[in-house]
Structure formats: structure tokens, C-alpha cells
């Protein structure tokens, strides 16, 4: 009796197994069309976008000889003949073909003049060469006799780079394929990265300090008045973006309504510069942030019971005791999740900082949108978009670490 118990036992066991399974199964195929179209439509296309940061074809396709020639080569001396001849025979394809101009517009990202270089050598190779390869090109341009402009086509013989990833973080690679600091005069994007975590730093400061009196506000209301104010926080959802952040210049320009205030009541005597520098960014982020602080504090806090705190003043501890031991502890979860939402979208702000900000306040989606559309240099455009992608990924984990460590805690 007990085997044949424990064996019905083991069959209902693998039987309910498998109707688990069977109902996972069922669960995974209904969200198949739903994966399946976010696959296509967003992890797709930002995959294929990001992969451009490391692909380089272009110089290979076009000049495949030289290319090949190079790969052996050390970066410490100018190349061997055959590396001479090989690129001239690469260009009189180039140019019958009329290929030449993607290859060019590639080297000239690393080292600026070497389209000019590539269509003038291209107007003036002869069409045979009898003597030697390397005088005939250093006659056209001595620009042919330096290391640098031989190791731009080395770094360009992918199909896979770094040097666009490099160029991203102010690095290069020099002629014998060591990184190296890029030249002080064109240091710009560690500054660029640095600024845009400055600037969405301080906004998300901002927001916190402004939402969560806000939020603590609301969560103390009830019936219609706390249905007027919450409607108020979320009005700013139902704006276009770009129609908010016009406001602020109409507001905060020479002859806008703040000045104009400002010079009625006598508080100043000249009108203010409020627009297109860093004040206006500010202004006009924290304006369009500022509902994503309050509502998870919002939610937050209408779930703290209101008999916490006066239990906790009831034994004796004072308002901010009170507040500070047993009401803000339970408000963590909501400033976390505030604090997070708000500095993961201001680090991807574009329209804003463009609009309301000057030369030295655009963030690093500016570039990234410069680079795509005006330069269509996509492998920079990408290269930037990895490195803003990858530090919020950082940022995110960091997060998850903290809340990962209070848990414990309070475990």
C-alpha cells in the first residue's frame, strides 16, 4: 500500500508537471506576435544602428589592394612598394567606377584634408608609373611621405573598428596601432558626456526638491480638491513638448513676461539674459520632468498610513524625528523610482536644450542627431549612442545594486 501510494503520488506529480508546462507553452506562443513585432520594429533597428559603431567596409570595398597590403605592415616606417603600387591601382579603379568618394569621406573623419588628398592624387596619378610608386605620389602630395596618413588607411581596413568608439571617448589609435590621448585642441566629447551628466544630475535634484513637498501635499488631500491638483500635474502630458518649451522663450526672453515683471515691480533695473544659456535649460527641463518625480512619490506616500507617524509622536518623538525615522524611510522606494525615471529621460534630452540653450549647453543627443543627419557620419552617430546607452545601463545597475542592498537591510 505505501508503493503504490507514493507511486500515484509520483504520477500526479509528473502529471501536474506536465499541465504546467503545457500551460507555460501555451502562455510563451500567445506572446510570440508581440515579441516577435518588438524584435522587428525596436530591438532591430537600434541593434542595426548601434553595430555601425564598430563596422567599417567602406575603405575596404572600395580600395581592397592597399588594404591587404597594409595588414602586415608594423606603423613604424612607410610601407613597402607593393603598398605604393597597390593604392595607385585601387584609385584608378576607384575613380573609373566612381566609388572614390565613399572611401575618401571615411579617412577624412580621422585625419581631416584626406578627401582633398584622395581626388587630387586621383586628378594627377598618371596611368602607369615606371619608376617609383612612392615619388610619384609624394610629387603630387607630400602628405604621402608621413606615417599618419598610412595608418588612416590601416585603421580603415575593418570590417570591424574601434575607432569610432575611440574617437567617442577622445582616444585614437596612432600609426603603429597604439591608443593613444587625442591632441588637446580636440578633446570635446568626455567634456560633452560630462556635461550631460551635470546637467540631467542637476535637474533631477531639482525635480526631487520641488516633488516631494508636492507629492507629500497631494498625498494629504482628499475628494475633489485632491482631483483638481492631481489633474494639474498630469495637464503638462496632454502639451506637445516642443509647445512648452517655446513657451519658456516667449516667458523668459529680454522683452518676455518675466522681465517684463521683473522691471514693473523694480526688482532689477536692466532686463535679465534668461534664455539660451544654461538657466533656461534648466527651467524648461525641470518644467517637463517634474510630473515623472510626483507621481511615484505620489503613489508612494498615499499608501503610508497616517496613524505611522502620529504613533511615532504619540511616544514622545518630534515633528522631524517623527518624519525623519518613520515617514521618509517609506518614501524611498518612490524617490528611487522618481529619481530614476527623471535622469534616465534628461539624459537623452535633445529639443529642449537646443531651443532654450546655448552653444555650451547642448547634451549629447545634440551630437548624436548632428552626426547622423547633418554629417551623416553614422558610425559616430552610433559610437555616441553606445556610450549614452552604456552609461545608463551602468547607472541602472547601480540602482538596482542600492535597492538590491536595502532589501537585504531591511530583510
Request: with cysteine.
Amino acid at each position: 500500500m505505501p508503493a503504490a501510494a507514493a507511486l500515484r503520488d509520483r504520477g500526479l506529480a509528473r502529471g501536474l508537471a506536465r499541465a504546467e508546462r503545457a500551460t507555460k507553452l501555451r502562455a510563451f506562443a500567445l506572446t510570440l506576435p508581440l515579441l516577435a513585432f518588438l524584435l522587428i520594429t525596436f530591438v532591430g533597428p537600434i541593434a542595426a544602428l548601434l553595430a555601425k559603431s564598430v563596422v567599417d567596409t567602406d575603405v575596404a570595398r572600395v580600395l581592397p589592394r592597399v588594404t591587404a597590403a597594409l595588414r602586415g605592415w608594423d606603423g613604424r616606417t612607410l610601407p613597402a612598394d607593393r603598398a605604393w603600387s597597390a593604392l595607385a591601382d585601387d584609385i584608378r579603379e576607384a575613380r573609373a567606377e566612381g566609388t572614390l568618394a565613399s572611401a575618401a569621406t571615411r579617412l577624412n573623419y580621422d585625419v581631416t584634408g584626406y578627401r582633398s588628398l584622395m581626388f587630387s592624387t586621383a586628378r594627377r596619378l598618371p596611368d602607369r608609373i615606371d619608376g617609383n610608386p612612392r615619388e610619384t605620389f609624394v610629387a603630387i602630395d607630400p602628405m604621402w611621405d608621413q606615417l599618419e596618413t598610412w595608418g588612416a588607411l590601416r585603421r580603415a581596413a575593418g570590417p570591424v573598428t574601434d575607432f569610432f568608439l575611440l574617437a567617442a571617448l577622445d582616444l585614437k589609435r596612432d600609426a603603429g596601432g597604439r591608443v593613444v590621448p587625442e591632441n588637446e585642441d580636440e578633446v570635446v566629447f568626455r567634456m560633452i558626456l560630462g556635461r550631460t551628466l551635470w546637467i540631467a544630475a542637476v535637474v533631477t535634484l531639482a525635480c526631487l526638491l520641488l516633488g516631494y513637498p508636492t507629492a507629500w501635499y497631494l498625498s494629504r488631500q482628499s475628494g475633489r480638491k485632491a482631483a483638481v491638483l492631481l489633474f494639474l500635474v498630469l495637464l503638462p502630458f496632454w502639451t506637445s513638448l516642443l509647445v512648452r518649451t517655446v513657451a519658456w522663450v516667449v516667458l523668459l526672453q529680454r522683452e518676455g513676461v518675466v522681465n517684463d515683471a521683473l522691471l514693473t515691480t523694480g526688482l532689477v533695473a536692466q532686463p535679465l539674459k534668461m534664455i539660451f544659456n544654461r538657466f533656461a535649460v534648466y527651467v524648461a527641463m525641470v518644467h517637463v520632468l517634474l510630473p515623472f518625480m510626483i507621481l511615484p512619490l505620489y503613489s508612494v506616500m498615499k499608501a503610508i498610513p497616517a496613524t505611522y507617524v502620529r504613533a511615532a509622536a504619540s511616544l514622545g518623538a518630534p515633528p522631524f524625528v517623527a518624519w525623519l525615522r518613520v515617514y521618509f524611510p517609506q518614501t524611498l522606494p518612490g524617490i528611487g523610482a522618481g529619481v530614476l525615471m527623471v535622469f534616465i529621460q534628461a539624459l537623452g534630452y535633445y529639443v529642449t536644450p537646443a531651443l532654450v540653450g546655448g552653444a555650451d549647453d547642448q547634451m549629447i543627443s545634440y551630437f548624436i542627431a548632428f552626426y547622423a543627419s547633418r554629417t551623416i557620419n553614422w558610425g559616430m552617430a552610433a559610437a555616441l549612442a553606445l556610450i549614452l546607452l552604456t552609461a545608463t545601463m551602468a547607472l541602472y545597475a547601480v540602482y538596482q545594486r542600492l535597492v538590491g542592498i536595502d532589501r537585504m537591510r531591511l530583510a
